[in-house]
């Protein structure tokens, strides 16, 4: 069991019964300082290698938004290319380590999805969520694009649902549309019977041999091998697209 919090975010660690759950926490609608990504991309890396753990839940803190994406602090402070890249790295890090972890990851959603929040849910295996995680892709609206997420999220909703998120920048779309686009496996009413759900799935699947679950991971994942620099690739486009003078403007009117 680890514990970590600080200022810049929160990430917590249990082991019981062979399923280990993640959860992670901002006070900021739990977006992602880049700090917080890379000590989750690590987490993934050292579960994956925990014989003592055979499934990985992942959610976030409290009963509001799942999470709102990168740290806009961050966002707005970005004054050069390789700090852009750098930057836009941190969710290809973390999407990149929960694609390559030999664990299959439960993602457990309460509440609002937005950007590379998406991306998270995206990549986890399997997504179970309530009727308050509407999800919105939004980077348009300020000059950017979801580059660096948009190949987890295609694979999960197409690339028909891909456009209708990423380029109806400004709507959310409902638990429902996501589960109908194959993003959630199933929707609940309430954070109550999400987390029963959660409990009794994660257990169950943890009871099956971990030499199986393994090989079902690497198989759910074949022909997502050339991610590692396709990710890193897309940060570099966000990372110079998020100096453009568009983008400038556009995080200038949000800035305190």
Not at 2 to 28: C, D, M, Q, W
Not at 69 to 90: M, P, R
Not at 94 to 102: L, P, Y
Not at 112 to 137: F, H, R
């Amino acid at each position: 069991m680890t514990t970590t919090t600080r200022p810049n975010g929160s990430l917590y660690t249990k082991i019981e019964n062979k399923v280990a759950t993640i959860e992670f926490g901002h006070p900021a609608s739990n977006s992602f300082p880049s700090e917080l990504l890379a000590r989750l991309a690590k987490e993934f890396d050292q579960l994956s290698e925990n014989n003592d753990v055979s499934v990985i839940v992942l959610q976030s803190e409290g009963e509001r938004a799942f999470c709102a994406g990168a740290s806009f602090d961050e966002l707005v402070a970005i004054t050069n290319l390789d700090d852009g890249k750098a930057f836009f790295s941190g969710f290809a890090n973390v999407i990149n380590a929960m694609r390559t972890c030999s664990k299959l990851i439960i993602g457990r959603v309460q509440g609002k999805v937005v950007g590379g929040g998406v991306g998270l849910a995206s990549a986890c295996d399997y997504v179970l969520a309530t009727e308050a995680a509407s999800i919105k892709l939004s980077e348009l609206t300020i000059g950017i694009g979801p580059f660096v997420i948009a190949p987890a999220v295609e694979r999960k909703v197409g690339v028909s649902g891909l456009a209708e998120l990423t380029l109806d920048a400004s709507s959310w779309k409902n638990a429902y549309w996501a589960k109908e686009k194959g993003l959630y496996a199933r929707v609940f009413e309430s954070i109550s019977e999400l987390d029963k759900e959660v409990l009794l799935f994660s257990e169950k699947l943890a009871s099956y041999n971990p030499e199986a679950l393994d090989e079902m991971k690497k198989a759910l994942w074949i022909g997502t091998e050339h991610w590692d620099q396709l990710l890193l690739e897309r940060a570099g486009v966000t990372g110079k697209l998020v100096l453009s003078e568009f983008t400038k403007n556009a995080l200038s009117k949000f800035k305190k």
